[in-house]
């Protein structure tokens, strides 16, 4: 038997980002990319829905609040998808850069909620009369939003990374069923006054073509935006895992 036997295989395609050099060298390269697009897609559909679309029959202005409303809410949901993703393959597989990716996106996904919960308030109130009710969707987006802060808590409250992703990562399956629920909360009930979803396969359901082009490049944008903070966030949770193991080994010698 050769040597050549019994050296490890090196992962390779998607699972070779998990060495963290390789995904900096990676992130690095495409963050430029990700911000220049996003920023032109940010700004051609923000121009574009506020000062070049009609104001609706029904809402009048406020319908432009669709534009913040809706990416922000679409991209609150996601990250907590894409976080529950990333602790999964922590759990599975035990690649620390998955375990730094959700937490990195965590702070970013609690900014969209943010950001969602408030537009959607503002939204709310000249076509509900109140700014706060407790609708299905609003509430189970509520919860998802503390799930997101104890979640950012909980890596803050323990000192060992290892078990901190451990607990986060169930934390994080548990928050996934308020994640659904944020999503098709107006499908379970049909009780609420949050309407039904802005962007649907269902031409009845759908907003017109006037706001839905904008709004696909303000979509867009917010993807965009997401990666490229998240890719950015990540790399910096690594650096500074690396300095800390550094501080360590000098503790230690």
Not at 54 to 70: A, C, E, M
Not at 223 to 228: I, K, Q, S, T
């Amino acid at each position: 038997m050769s040597v050549s036997d019994h050296t490890p295989k090196r992962p390779s395609g998607f699972w070779s980002y998990a060495n963290p050099v390789k995904f900096l060298g990676f992130s690095q390269r495409i963050l430029p990319t990700l911000w220049v697009l996003s920023a032109i897609c940010l700004v051609v559909g923000l121009i574009w829905g506020f000062f070049f679309t009609p104001d609706d029959f029904r809402q009048g202005s406020t319908v432009k609040i669709i534009y913040l409303h809706v990416p922000s809410a679409l991209m609150a949901i996601n990250a907590w998808f894409m976080m529950l993703v990333a602790s999964l393959i922590w759990l599975i597989r035990r690649h620390h850069v998955s375990a730094l990716a959700a937490k990195a996106a965590a702070p970013v996904g609690v900014v969209m909620t943010l950001i969602a919960l408030f537009t959607g308030a503002v939204w709310g109130e000249p076509m509900w009369g109140t700014w706060w009710a407790w609708d299905p969707r609003l509430t189970s987006f509520l919860i998802l939003f503390l799930f997101y802060l104890g979640y950012i808590a909980l890596w803050s409250a323990i000192e060992d990374p290892d078990t901190a992703a451990d607990l986060t990562s169930v934390l994080c399956l548990v928050g996934s069923v308020f994640a659904v629920l944020s999503r098709y909360a107006v499908n379970f009930w049909n009780q609420g006054l949050h309407q039904g979803a802005s962007l649907s396969l269902d031409k009845e359901e759908n907003v017109a073509d006037v706001f839905y082009f904008p709004l696909l490049v303000c979509i867009a944008g917010f993807v965009l935006l997401f990666f490229a903070l998240v890719l950015y966030r990540t790399g910096t949770e690594i650096r500074l895992r690396r300095t800390r193991a550094l501080q360590a080994r000098e503790v230690r010698a």
